[in-house]
């Protein structure tokens, strides 16, 4: 199992990640390197409400479905939890593609959650792409 490398300071909110993180390398056992952590949870702004944005990194090439099953994976979250509790948003990749493609916002505001930090790995993406992903 991964451990946590973040804490979000919020006791709740600890134990979701740390639940998520264990949730997560079970459902695919040796499969994710990293799981990082973007938005209000990194940058001090969560409320009620918000969500919780993870981007787990997958070893190598997606294998079949595995990108669709983390997705469903998280949406299936919120029934799971108590009312109240963060839903997660979340948004796999596969080290293979971040090499090829580059992840600004992975490496420019995403905090490594657990795993072993690839960033240094993936390279910084075109500008246009940038824009066009995240910016507009």
């Not at 979250?77 to 080290?95: I, M, N, R, S, Y």
């Not at 420019?108 to 824009?131: C, H, K, M, T, Y």
Request: negative net charge.
């Amino acid at each position: 199992m991964l451990e946590l490398a973040f804490l979000a300071h919020n006791d709740a909110v600890d134990r979701v990640l740390a639940a998520v993180v264990r949730e997560l390398t079970a459902v695919f056992p040796h499969r994710i390197l990293a799981i990082y952590l973007t938005g209000s949870a990194v940058d001090g702004t969560l409320v009620a409400g918000s969500d919780l944005d993870l981007l787990p990194i997958f070893a190598g090439e997606f294998v079949e479905d595995e990108a669709d099953r983390c997705r469903a994976w998280g949406r299936s979250w919120q029934g799971a939890w108590p009312q109240g509790a963060w839903p997660l948003d979340v948004e796999p990749a596969c080290l293979a593609q971040l090499t090829q493609t580059g992840a600004t916002g992975l490496k420019q505001s995403a905090v490594l959650l657990a795993g072993r930090d690839i960033r240094d790995q993936v390279p910084w993406e075109p500008l246009e792409n940038f824009r066009r992903d995240v910016i507009l």
